[in-house]
């Protein structure tokens, strides 16, 4: 879905309309008991939109998405997890003016959900090797740091020509965020094994917060979890 080359754009974009400006990547997966479960990412720029209209720019905020005509793009995404074993029920949603977009699937177990985000978040290699996102052996619970996003942003810096040399991006896009959310139907958390994560009252949902490019604060994309 070119999400990399688009997300890199607004991050730019956003940065010339207030250095607080941040946006939020989320990505949420629910397991049922069996394994199977639902996928799904999104990225939200709403705040972005609230701030073109904070300086009366209405019109702009309407029309200033680039995520806005993705759909045709998501079309290419569809016919690879189409060919993906254990993967369905592909969707793509965008709200907000298209300042909220979201693509998703269900999948039949682990391996399924690492083959079908391996297509989403176009890291398909050569050999066809698939990283191991998501590690769930009876009631040992991983979500490993494969998808590495603050090296795949500084490598897309690094190579773009958009006159990012020398700019401070811990300081500009500090509140620029990956949140990976996991929903457990029929299980709950027992034991965090190690990881900075938030787990609900009920230990049916985990949240990690990853700050992209905040290196001063202690964080993590990999935690491991106990469940029963």
Same mark, same amino acid.
């Given at each position: ?11 730019? &974009?956003?940065?010339? =309309? ?5 946006? +939020? ?5 629910? &397991? ?27 019109? %702009? ?20 997890? +189409? ?21 998703? &699937? ?6 399924? =959900? ?25 009631? %040992? ?7 590495? &996003? ?15 040399? /020398? ?7 500090? %509140?620029?965020?990956?949140? %990976?959310?996991?929903?457990? +139907? ?8 190690? /990881? ?28 491991? =979890?106990?469940?029963?």
């Amino acid at each position: 879905m070119m999400y990399r080359l688009r997300i890199w754009i607004l991050l730019i &974009f956003a940065a010339t =309309l207030s250095l607080q400006s941040c946006f +939020e990547i989320r990505e949420v997966v629910t &397991f049922q008991r069996d394994g199977s479960g639902t996928f799904s990412l999104s990225i939200d720029l709403s705040q972005v939109k609230q701030m073109i209209q904070g300086f009366g720019q209405q019109e %702009n905020a309407a029309n200033g998405s680039p995520f806005q005509n993705m759909e045709a793009e998501y079309d290419k995404t569809r016919e690879k997890l +189409e060919k993906v074993d254990g993967v369905s029920k592909m969707r793509f949603i965008s709200e907000n003016d298209g300042y909220v977009i979201t693509t998703g &699937f269900e999948f039949s177990d682990v391996a399924a =959900l690492n083959r079908g985000m391996d297509v989403v978040y176009e890291n398909e290699s050569e050999t066809g090797d698939v990283p191991e996102y998501y590690k769930f052996n009876r009631r %040992n619970f991983e979500r490993t740091a494969s998808h590495n &996003f603050l090296d795949l942003v500084k490598n897309e810096f690094a190579g773009s020509d958009m006159g990012v040399e /020398g700019m401070d991006l811990s300081t500009l896009f500090s %509140n620029v965020a990956y949140v %990976n959310e996991i929903h457990f +139907e029929d299980r709950e958390v027992r034991r965090v094994r190690s /990881g900075n994560v938030e787990v609900s009252d009920d230990g049916t949902m985990v949240t990690n917060r990853y700050l992209i490019f905040n290196e001063t604060v202690d964080q993590q994309l990999e935690f491991r =979890l106990r469940v029963k």
